[in-house]
């Protein structure tokens, strides 16, 4: 088996990056989904396309769909989690700008290392990390007390997307916690089967209007959510997880922050105000503090010359 966690080459790390700055954009193209589909129809049909598209990758490549004794408990747990963590999400992103978005759910790695100390054995909080963290939340302050003109549910929307991003993270330590016992998509492709029946029946609920703006841009939008980000990130993502490891390609999620709020300026035509500066710094920098170990000083041997 190849060794986990070994440093990327040059071509995995672009790839990497790649993947990341679509990440970090998929919140843009939420946001332009939303103005034309309402919000669970969305997520519904979001979801259903990118179900099918990973299972035909899987079935391509010969992938096992087949469940094991005791597996089939595990998926309807994830589904649940999956189901309220995307619902929280979209509510969320309907009630506030991509750019807050994408900042305040970046706080999910923080999330995880906070959650990751309790229900993982062995994985605990440094005082590294702990800097990490600190950093992370005093950019959220920034976020919080940020105030826009005509938008009075900002707020509103970032807790429900900080709720969201709370819930994601129960859902990566449960999934860590699993992961040995299943193959990596289906812990993605069956939350997602179940899901979408969810997904459509709130949009049933709750949806007052479901398909209303149907244009090019909320299509390519649909198209982007569904297959480049849910399918084509999703794969392209977990060959490197394999490969690679989880401690290489995390030193690279700071990317996702700085792309998000990029987008959201040059198509979405958001403002970047000084906490929204101040926020993205300080996330980032939480981020790269937990992420990026110190490198080890060579020691030599007394008596031998550099």
């Known amino acids: 088996m190849k060794p986990s966690n070994t440093e990327l080459s040059f071509s ?6 790649f993947v ?19 919000i669970f129809t969305s997520a519904a049909i979001r979801f ?7 299972a035909l990758w899987a079935k391509a490549t010969g992938q096992t769909f087949t469940l094991k004794k005791g597996q089939f408990n595990q998926i309807i747990i994830l589904t649940f989690i999956f189901t309220a963590q995307l619902s ?3 509510l969320g992103m309907s009630r506030t700008s991509a750019t807050h978005a994408t900042l305040v759910s970046n706080f ?3 999330f995880i290392l906070f959650l990751a100390h309790f229900f993982i054995p062995g994985d605990r909080i440094t005082i590294r990390k702990l800097t990490g963290i600190l950093l992370g939340f005093a950019g959220i302050v920034f976020i919080f007390l940020e105030k826009e003109k005509g938008a009075p549910d900002l707020k509103t929307g970032d807790i429900i997307i900080f709720t969201a991003a709370f819930i994601w993270a129960c859902n990566t330590v449960y999934v860590k916690r699993i992961i040995n016992n299943f193959h990596s ?23 007052e209007k479901k398909l209303f703006n149907i244009n090019m841009a909320v299509l390519a939008s649909l198209f982007y959510q569904s297959i480049i980000t849910a399918a084509f990130g999703f794969v392209v993502w977990n060959r490197l997880l394999k490969n690679y490891g989880a401690t290489s390609l995390h030193s690279f999620i700071f990317i996702i922050p700085l792309a998000g709020v ?3 300026r040059l198509l979405l035509y958001e403002p970047i105000t000084c906490n929204i500066l101040f926020a993205l710094i300080l996330i980032t920098s939480g981020i790269l503090v937990v992420h990026l170990k110190p ?4 020691v030599f041997p007394l008596g031998r010359g550099l």
């Not at 995995?12 to 990056?17: D, Y």
């Not at 259903?48 to 990973?54: E, R, S, T």
């Not at 490198?295 to 060579?298: K, R």
């Open 12 to 17: 995995a790390a672009l790839i990497t990056v």
């Open 20 to 38: 990341c700055i679509i990440f970090g954009a998929n919140y843009v193209a939420v946001k332009v989904g939303l103005a034309g589909m309402g």
């Open 48 to 54: 259903a396309i990118a179900a099918v598209a990973i």
């Open 88 to 90: 929280l999400f979209y």
């Open 108 to 110: 999910l790695p923080f």
């Open 185 to 207: 998509f289906q812990l993605v492709l069956y939350p997602m089967i179940f899901s979408v029946p969810l997904f459509f029946l709130e949009a049933f609920l709750w949806d």
């Open 262 to 264: 990029l987008f959201g």
């Open 295 to 298: 490198v080890a000083t060579p």
